[in-house]
């Protein structure tokens, strides 16, 4: 049985960065898209960026472009989120998610962005 498991959330001052991992277990990480969703309290769960299983093509989410960055380490069956000028809209639980024919998702990593 795959799972996931997020690390890394925290507070953080508006302007600060902050560093999400992923480690997965349980399935062949290589063959899997990996992808970061986030939620904030009263809204739904949207997709903050994701990159394919080889990491070769990336996608972000408009509010995010030019501050998150995705990387993954197949070596480390890892995934990141480089989170950097964060402001206070960023504010939710950052989940990770491993998608082919079937999905996985970790258990969740609160991230607070304010002064």
């Known amino acids: 049985q795959g799972q996931l498991v997020e690390s890394g959330g925290g507070l953080v001052q508006p302007g600060g960065s902050l560093r999400l991992s992923c480690a997965a277990s349980?399935?062949?990480?290589?063959?899997?898209?990996m992808s970061w969703y986030r939620q904030a309290p009263g809204k739904e769960r949207e997709l903050v960026a994701g990159i394919s299983s080889i990491g070769g093509i990336a996608n972000y989410a408009d509010s995010v472009k030019g501050r998150f960055t995705i990387s993954r380490d197949n070596a480390k069956n890892t995934v990141y989120l480089q989170m950097n000028s964060l402001k206070p809209e960023d504010t939710a639980v950052y989940y990770c998610?491993?998608?082919?024919?079937?999905?996985?998702w970790g258990q969740g990593t609160q991230v607070t962005v304010s002064s």
């Open positions: 998610k491993a998608s082919r024919t079937r999905s996985y």
């Open positions: 349980g399935f062949t990480f290589t063959s899997y898209a």
